[in-house]
C-alpha cells in the first residue's frame, strides 16, 4: 500500500474511532442525568469537558509539529528535458553551446510543484538563466 493510501486509511480509522468515543461520551452523560441528580450530571459534564479539552490542544500541537511536504514529481516526456530546480548556464539541444564566464545560480527553489515537460519540451521546478536551449543555440 502507498504512503497515500496508508494515510487515507489512518484518518478513516481516526475519524472512526473518535465517533465511537464521542457518541459513548454522549450516552454515559444523558444516562448520569437520567439517573442520577443533575449536581451529578452537572460535576461529570465539566470533568469530560476539560479532559477533551486537554485532548485537543495536545491534538493541536501534534498538528503543529508539521506534516510532510507531498513529493514533489518531475517527469519528462520522449525527447524532454525536466529538472527538479534550477537551470542555470546550460546547453539543451544538439549542437547547443554556452560560451563565457559562468552565471551564478540562484537560491530559490520551489518544493512543491511537479514538473512535467511533454514530448520535446523543456520545464523545471525554479528558474531557467543564462542557458542556450534549443538545437544549435549558443549564449
Known amino acids: 500500500m502507498s504512503d497515500e493510501g496508508w494515510g487515507i486509511v489512518m484518518t478513516r480509522t481516526w475519524v472512526w474511532a473518535t465517533a465511537v468515543v464521542a457518541g459513548a461520551g454522549a450516552v454515559g452523560l444523558a444516562l448520569v442525568a437520567l439517573l442520577a441528580d443533575l449536581d451529578t450530571a452537572g460535576q461529570a459534564a465539566s470533568v469530560v469537558g ?61 518544493t512543491h510543484d511537479d514538473v512535467h515537460a511533454a514530448r520535446d519540451g523543456i520545464a523545471t521546478g525554479g528558474d531557467i538563466t543564462d542557458s542556450a536551449l534549443g538545437e544549435g543555440s549558443e549564449r
Not at 506534516?67 to 528535458?81: D, L, N, Q, S, W
Open 50 to 110: 476539560a479532559v477533551v479539552a486537554l485532548a485537543a490542544l495536545v491534538v493541536s500541537v501534534l498538528a503543529l509539529g508539521g506534516t510532510p511536504a507531498p513529493r514533489r514529481r518531475v517527469r519528462a516526456g520522449r525527447g524532454a528535458v525536466a529538472a527538479g530546480g534550477n537551470i542555470t548556464g546550460s546547453a539543451l539541444g544538439d549542437n547547443s553551446k554556452v560560451t563565457g564566464p559562468r552565471t551564478p545560480s540562484t537560491a530559490a527553489r520551489r
